[in-house]
């Protein structure tokens, strides 16, 4: 009987906790981002303003594409997420 209970309770704690923690924050493929591309040199620059993280990324891998940067460690990117008091309330990536 305790290993059924302890079934139950991992099988209710695999439904639920996702549940809750995506109530916990912004759905990011949702929210506004400020998208930036860090050059080769290191200058940071801002490239757009997206709706969606997925976005953000394929940006970022579109700009270094059309600078022909084909080494992912020579480029990097920063999704600035926007809310109604900051530019970049949380950075992603």
């Known amino acids: 009987m305790i290993k059924m ?7 209710i704690s695999l439904v639920l906790v996702p549940v809750m923690l995506s109530a916990c924050g912004p759905d ?13 040199s290191g200058e940071k620059v ?3 303003q997206v709706e969606g ?8 891998r579109i700009k270094a594409q059309d600078l022909n940067i084909e080494d992912n460690h020579k480029w990097g990117y920063v999704c600035c997420l926007r809310s109604n008091t900051s530019e970049c309330a949380q950075e992603h990536k």
């Open 53 to 60: 993280i997925s976005r953000c990324r394929e940006l970022a």
């Open 28 to 40: 990011l493929e949702k929210a506004t981002f400020n998208t930036w591309f860090q050059q080769p």
């Open 5 to 11: 209970k302890t079934a139950l309770i991992a099988c």
């Open 46 to 48: 801002l490239i757009g």
